[in-house]
């Protein structure tokens, strides 16, 4: 007799933990639309793990009703690694911060997106470190005053999303904390990709960065200072949807028109190319600030080449004891 499928809601997903964030933080926001996403992914609470390093955005895990593992600082995609091939059928989800995933485990999180693991990872970036109240990180801005930078900050700001796709992202996104269809959209779309999956989460911090992002995503100018990316559409922007991106020699650049029709030569965004020139242009502008999709293409993940491996090498020595495996091969010698 096959039982009867239960229909999950957002609330089998909360926790009974107290969620102890600052007020006003975004954090609350992306779990809400983690939460609410959840159900309509149709995968039962105990296949799914969220795994995170250390930070404000490290506590995700105690808010969610499902297998979680708060791990150590910047480690968290070593971790995650290691769930995902011993427990290829999870639904791994990686949260990290703009400190966590980009300073101290940079090259972790280099590592597990080359390898195209079958994870999603979120990175909230508000451009500070929060935990440790107030010191710069690195998404901070040049000049950037802050308790360990009381001059301004000296250093270049990283791009996590062209950071992602240099290190071989099959899957790179970008959304917000103040728009929850958006995040459920892009969460959704990170689920069914088969492979890495980076997706940049811009986030407020009220008590140390407040307003990272007002500039670009406050609602009185997002129509003007986002461009929202959708796939065979012209990228088109702004209040009267009369300015857009065009390729002008190996850059793209703005452009504006009268009337309702976007002209010829503005872009039609294609997250499917196999190319990415198209995304790391994306990249690199800021107003407008693009959002959605970057890229998304497919390639073998991690997990799945080495369960393949493992199955052909348990074939090849079909019958052989452990005895026996030790002793074969020509790299054993004996000691008279």
């Known amino acids: 007799m096959t039982s009867a499928v239960v229909q999950l809601k957002k609330k089998d ?3 009974d ?3 102890r964030w600052c007020p006003g933080c975004g954090d609350y926001a992306i779990l809400n639309a983690i939460q609410r996403t959840m159900p309509d992914l149709g995968v039962p609470k105990e296949k799914i793990a969220f795994v995170s390093g250390i930070g404000c955005s490290s506590r995700f ?3 969610m009703n499902t297998y979680g593992f708060h791990t150590i600082h910047g480690r968290a ?7 995902k091939c011993t427990n290829p059928d999870l639904m791994v989800w990686l949260v990290t911060g703009d400190g966590d995933g980009l300073s101290i485990g940079g090259n972790h999180l280099l590592h597990v997106i080359r390898r195209n693991l079958d994870v999603n990872i979120l990175l909230f970036n508000n451009k500070i470190y929060g935990l440790t109240k107030g010191q710069y990180s690195p998404t901070s801005e040049v000049g950037k005053v802050t308790k360990s930078t009381p001059l301004g900050s000296l250093d270049t700001p990283l791009n996590p999303l062209r950071f992602a796709l240099a290190s071989g992202a099959t899957f790179v996104a970008r959304t917000y904390d103040t728009d929850i269809k958006h995040m459920q959209a892009i969460f959704k779309a990170a689920s069914a990709h088969k492979g890495v999956s980076f997706i940049e989460i811009l986030q407020n911090c009220p008590i140390f960065n407040d307003g990272a992002w007002t500039e670009n995503v406050a609602k009185k100018v997002r129509k003007d200072r ?7 559409q012209p990228m088109v922007y702004g209040s009267g949807k009369n300015q857009g991106l065009k390729l002008n020699g190996l850059a793209l650049e703005t452009t504006s028109w009268e009337g309702d029709e976007a002209p010829a030569d503005v872009f039609v965004h294609d997250s499917t190319s196999e190319s990415g020139v198209l995304a790391n242009l994306l990249t690199e502008f800021t107003d407008p600030l693009p959002v959605g999709i ?6 073998q993940p991690y997990d799945e080449a080495l369960m393949n491996q493992v199955a052909q090498a348990k074939e090849q020595s079909k019958g052989s004891g452990l005895a026996e495996l030790y002793r074969s091969g020509a790299n054993t010698w004996t000691v008279e």
């Open 294 to 299: 970057f890229r998304q293409v497919e390639a």
């Open 13 to 15: 997903f909360e926790s």
């Open 77 to 83: 995609p070593a971790f995650a690694t290691g769930l």
């Open 61 to 63: 895990p105690y808010y």
């Open 17 to 19: 933990q107290d969620v």
């Open 226 to 232: 986002v461009l929202f990316l959708e796939d065979g």
